[in-house]
């Protein structure tokens, strides 16, 4: 294929929906064009890269970079499996990578990459069976909760018209207690159960939900805590239940609070991700709100369970505050991922914005 049909392919075929970066660099391995998932993977804009030495967009330490020296001289097609990438902002990938040299009209030769990033790919198959696990979940919490609350009625009910008939008020105490306790179960149950089934969309402005929750936040923390603020303002108001998405937030954010204790530091970053696939769905739009504190991290046993109710590393919590996070995301059809380190926690809140 010569070099200058690439770009009539990528107006009639839309290059830009692939999930595959792709790059089309002439003989001195300057950019000539390149498809939206390029751009994500590397960070940069079309407009910032066209021209540009691709050398210039990547970190030093690439060690496959020779490789594309290598496939122009040899005039070789080569694919390369697992292979490590460091954009310029210090991300670090793993990708499959195909360069394939073609013959260009004008210029000797042009080199077309093929990006296919694998961990993200890990981590999609990953969301969908953290999706999975928490549709079936909901089932066997929907059915435990009915088993228990009806009989709490009946004890509820009877430990009332006991305390009616008993002429000992000393003895009234006790079913005082039964009553209380009853209903202690009962508000534990529906928080298991979690957030309301039908949400109540308005136009969203994310960063008057996370505004919110900071001040909330400061107020309770009373001056012990700094809180970071790192905002995309082009980001556009989408659709979403603004009551539940505060719950969600609030919930990262005091479990970020309590982590990293009085001295700590919160950030809140927010991002707009293009072609984005959240729990095995491709979305134009998704944003991205990253909640990092420097607190000790999640302990290693908790992580593979964090989600699930009644899950906490905390004496006095009920363990019920992410997996009721997880689910307000899942009902906007989103996803909370987790990636924690000693000094370095950060929860991703993804929701699709869809128009
Ligand atoms: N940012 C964080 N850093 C370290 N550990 C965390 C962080 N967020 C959550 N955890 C761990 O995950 C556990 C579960 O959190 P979750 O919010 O579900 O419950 P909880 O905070 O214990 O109780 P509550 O129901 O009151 O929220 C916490 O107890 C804590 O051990
Ligand atoms: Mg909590």
């Given amino acids: 294929m010569a070099a200058e049909s690439l770009m009539d ?28 998932s390029a751009e994500n993977l590397l960070e940069v804009s079309a407009s910032r890269a066209l021209g540009s030495p691709l050398e210039e967009l990547l970190d030093e ?63 999609i198959s990953r969301d969908e069976s953290e999706w999975q696990a928490q549709a079936t979940l909901k089932e066997i919490m929907k059915g435990v909760a009915h088993e228990v609350k009806n009989p709490l009625g009946g004890i509820r009910g009877a ?45 969203t402005n994310i960063h008057e939900v996370t505004e919110h929750v900071r001040h909330l936040i400061e107020a309770e923390a009373k001056g012990g805590l700094s809180i970071e603020r790192d905002y995309d303002p082009s980001l556009p108001d989408f659709l ?47 944003c991205a709100l990253h909640i990092s504190d420097n607190g000790p991290g999640v302990p290693d ?16 919590g009920t363990g019920l505050g992410l997996s009721i996070a997880q689910r307000i995301a899942n009902q906007h059809g989103g996803l909370i991922q987790v990636h924690s380190t000693p000094g370095d926690t950060c929860f991703t809140l993804l929701l699709p914005m869809e128009t």
Wanted: proline content about 5%; overall charge negative.
């Fill in 159 to 203: 430990a009332q018209l006991l305390a009616g008939e008993l002429g000992n008020p000393n003895l009234q105490e006790y079913t005082d207690i039964i009553i209380s306790e009853v209903d202690r179960l009962r508000t534990l149950v529906d928080r298991m159960l979690g957030p309301k089934e039908r949400l109540e969309s308005e136009p």
């Fill in 240 to 286: 979403a239940d603004a009551g539940q998405l505060t719950q969600a937030v609030l919930n990262l954010v005091r479990n970020a609070w309590q982590a990293c204790g009085d001295g700590g530091l919160i950030t809140l970053k927010t991002r707009v991700y293009r072609q984005f696939t959240v729990g095995g769905n491709q979305h134009k739009l998704v």
């Fill in 61 to 123: 330490s690439n060690e496959w970079y020779p490789l594309l020296h290598q496939a122009l001289a040899d005039n070789y097609p080569m694919v390369r499996r697992a292979i490590p990438l460091t954009t310029r902002m210090g991300q670090e990938r793993t990708v499959d990578l195909t360069l394939s040299p073609i013959a260009g009209k004008v210029d000797s030769r042009c080199l077309l990459v093929e990006l296919t990033m694998i961990d993200r790919l890990q981590a």
């Fill in 9 to 36: 392919l990528s107006a009639d075929y839309h290059l830009d929906l692939l999930a595959t970066g792709v790059i089309l660099l002439d003989a001195h391995l300057h950019i000539r064009e390149l498809n939206l």
């Fill in 301 to 316: 046993d908790l992580l593979p369970m964090l989600f699930l109710p009644m899950v906490t590393g905390n004496a006095k």
